[in-house]
């Protein structure tokens, strides 16, 4: 069994990742937002030590705080203890920021580190319409204001057969869509991202092969599932816009690129929406693209993945596990399907 749903009680992240980092910045952070001081000098005051030598480590090796508006930020350091985690050692920051596709900043690996800058995600608003009872524009703190914020450890595994581990902070996707009160008549649900060629400079390339802006959707029994999170943080800080900032979707049993990123509409609909890499490459990409060691891609196998940090000489291959390790909480939505046809 590799996925453990947690009580509040239950071990801390701490207790099952080797991430000092991780630990040493969240109770930084956690004072910092308590006692609002100036300086990391002024937080530092009056420690033990012992706490000097961890702090003077946290100085060395610290997250840099990513920037973006003061309320989501304050939202975002209320998180509660993560419900869902894994035995598994986290990603790395470095790797996890460093290492992303988001082809609106460009196709290497490292351009949306590079690039990402550009994009402006205060004020951002996000439209919701189609089958819902109450449609309209909604200010992003709008939407995220009734919800309290919740820490997952999920396993991300790219199409690509790479892998990481990533503690995301986030809401459940359902908690967000009942707010809107969805009619019966909603089946999928259709996400989109931003579309600014001036923002993101990947939407400006005359030959790249897709067509922008990016869709990608759910079925509404997936959407409302409990794993299904709707992200706006990492590692107890705001999400970096390489990632996806401020508000991007996390489906851990799925291929990567249905987690969506930067969205500013959803849509509830009866039809499915036909979405940005089956559109592209229908052979190679389906609507569902459920993690399935037996089905590969048409151009490498699925049966193994690469776990970041990797290098060539280690490369760090690991067996894949069917829904990403999570068929018991999902395998039930696809009963009766044939997985190989519904890729």
């Not at 996925?3 to 930084?28: A, G, M, N, Q, V």
């Not at 961890?54 to 309320?71: C, M, N, T, V, Y």
């Not at 809107?180 to 259709?190: D, H, M, W």
């Not at 579309?195 to 990608?216: I, T």
Request: aromatic content about 10%; some cysteine; proline content about 8%.
């Amino acid at each position: 069994m590799l996925l453990k749903i947690k009580k509040r009680s239950d071990i801390s992240s701490s207790e099952i990742t080797p991430e000092h980092i991780y630990h040493d910045r969240r109770r930084f952070m956690q004072q910092s937002g308590r006692f609002a001081l100036a300086g990391l000098g002024l937080v530092l005051a009056g420690c033990s030590q012992e706490g000097e030598a961890i702090d003077k480590k946290l100085q060395a090796d610290a997250i840099p705080s990513q920037p973006g508006p003061a309320w989501l930020k304050k939202k975002v350091l209320e998180f509660k203890p993560n419900v869902y985690t894994t035995t598994e050692a986290l990603t790395p920051h470095k790797d996890v920021t460093t290492y992303n596709n988001f082809y609106e900043f460009g196709t290497g690996k490292g351009d949306p580190v590079r690039n990402a800058h550009t994009l402006k995600t205060d004020p951002w608003s996000v439209v919701i319409e189609g089958e819902v009872a109450k449609p309209g524009r909604y200010h992003l703190e709008d939407i995220l204001k009734p919800h309290s914020m919740e820490e997952r450890i999920y396993r991300l595994r790219c199409v690509e057969a790479w892998s990481m581990v990533i503690p995301w902070i986030g809401i459940p996707l359902a908690n967000i869509l009942k707010q809107f009160e969805p009619t019966s008549k909603a089946r999928f649900v259709e996400f989109t991202t931003l579309h600014d060629p001036e923002q993101m400079p990947g939407q400006q390339a005359s030959f790249g092969s897709l067509d922008w802006p990016y869709v990608e959707g759910l079925r509404i029994d997936e959407a409302m599932n409990p794993l299904t999170l709707m992200a706006t943080g990492l590692y107890g800080d705001i999400l970096p816009n390489q990632n996806g900032a401020p508000f991007r979707l996390v489906v851990p049993w799925k291929y990567g690129f249905k987690s969506i990123k930067s969205i500013v509409k959803i849509r509830l609909t009866e039809q499915q929406p036909k979405t940005t890499w089956e559109t592209s490459a229908p052979k190679e990409y389906g609507f569902y693209a459920n993690v399935n060691p037996e089905v590969d891609h048409p151009r490498w196998s699925q049966k193994n993945e690469r776990r970041l940090p990797s290098t060539l000489l280690s490369p760090n291959r690991i067996e894949t596990h069917r829904f990403n390790g999570y068929e018991e909480e999902v395998a039930d939505l696809y009963k009766g399907m044939d997985l190989s046809r519904f890729y």
